[in-house]
């Protein structure tokens, strides 16, 4: 039986990309594993200019002055990283969801910052809108996404200062003007590659204007010297993360792939209204095209629901425990055919009602 995968992260992978990804476990480089090569080898290192210029040529950041690294410790320790290079006074956050609070508590240890804007008190089903950004500030952070609630931005403000964007869970989904952001932050487990590596794209003219000393490790500019090879790469995560963005542009890159991302989202959110069985969570105009939120208005057909979404093959649609219900994370590789198989569940569950 095929399985839909709906996962929040690890999430789904294009099928052609792990096929790739298993070959080379077994004989990447003239009979030597992809996991045993040395990370300095030519073979590797040409994989990873690559992984690097192709995430700069999908987003359309080629020649403006931005670097394109591949690092280690997730978007967690980009909470981190960011404070350290940017933060000299004080910063201004957008909370919008869980990872945005946390990223707010590690800027804390370090100096200022404040929530220019915040949607917790309504357990952030909306992104805040009519905030205002102060020029005094060193930059502004946001996250575009918000896989817990499903939330999007939809929007972003011109801001008079550094924009420092979280997309861990929308890169590579939809058309942006990135230009706009000056550092841009993603873990691979969503719509890149497996966990393990996280991509970083900065405009180098931002750096080197705080007086702080920053740890060699957690300093931007060690890691854009060393090519993304200050120390030993996750080889394994970046060769994935190259492969997936490969078939992203072979696909006809985020232009291509958002039509697809569209698509999905127009039919789950139709079942979602349609339905009387089902409610969504967040307000509609800022919902997610990535990750779909919703519930049952009658818990009692609860058992019913998920046995049938089993049965369809359906994993991973367990919302969490901060909304409950039920989330459908449709990631670039989850295909129109999945999303169709759960919304048939849906509906059937509404004859069977």
């Known amino acids: ?63 403006k002055g931005y670097k394109a690294l591949f690092l280690q410790g997730g978007a967690s320790t980009q909470f981190l990283m960011v404070a350290l290079n940017l933060l000299e006074k004080r910063a201004g956050y957008l909370n919008t969801g869980t990872w945005a609070d ?20 309504a357990n ?47 890169i590579f989904s939809r058309q942006l003007d990135f230009s706009k952001f000056d550092l ?68 006809g890159g985020i232009k291509a792939i958002e039509e697809e991302n569209e698509k999905k989202a127009r039919l789950i959110y139709s079942e979602i209204d349609l339905n009387p069985l089902f409610k969504g969570y967040s307000v509609k105009e800022d919902r997610s095209i990535m990750n779909a939120t919703f519930t049952l208005e009658n818990e009692n057909l609860k058992e019913t629901f998920e046995s049938m979404v089993k049965e369809a093959g359906i994993n991973g649609i367990n919302g969490h425990r901060s909304v409950g219900g039920y989330r459908a994370s449709m990631y670039n590789a989850l295909s129109l055919d999945s999303v169709k198989a759960l919304v048939e569940v849906m509906s059937e569950l509404e004859s069977k009602a």
């Open 184 to 251: 841009i932050y993603a873990g691979a487990q969503k719509n890149m590659g497996p966990a393990g590596t996280t991509l970083v794209v900065i405009k180098e003219d931002i750096l080197g204007k705080v007086s702080r000393k920053i740890p060699s490790m957690m300093n931007y500019k060690e890691h854009i010297s060393k090519g993304s090879m200050f120390n030993t790469p996750p080889v394994f995560a970046v060769y994935v993360s190259m492969l997936t963005l490969e078939w992203l542009k072979n696909l």
């Open 124 to 170: 952030y089903n909306y992104i805040p809108k009519g905030y205002d950004i102060p020029e005094d500030y060193d930059y502004f952070h946001c996250t575009s996404n918000n896989t817990i609630f499903g939330t999007q931005m939809k929007s972003f403000p011109n801001s008079p200062i550094p924009m420092v964007c979280d997309m861990s869970s929308d």
């Open 1 to 63: 039986m095929k399985k839909h995968n709906f996962s929040a992260g690890p999430c789904v992978l294009p099928k052609s990309v792990m096929e790739q990804a298993a070959a080379a476990v077994l004989n990447f480089d003239d009979g030597l594993s992809l996991l045993e090569i040395s990370h300095r080898s030519k073979p590797f290192v040409d994989v990873m200019e690559n992984a690097r210029s192709l995430a700069l040529e999908l987003l359309g950041l080629e020649g």
């Open 102 to 121: 946390k990223a707010i508590k590690e800027a804390k240890i370090y100096d200022d910052i404040y929530e220019i804007g915040s949607s917790k008190s």
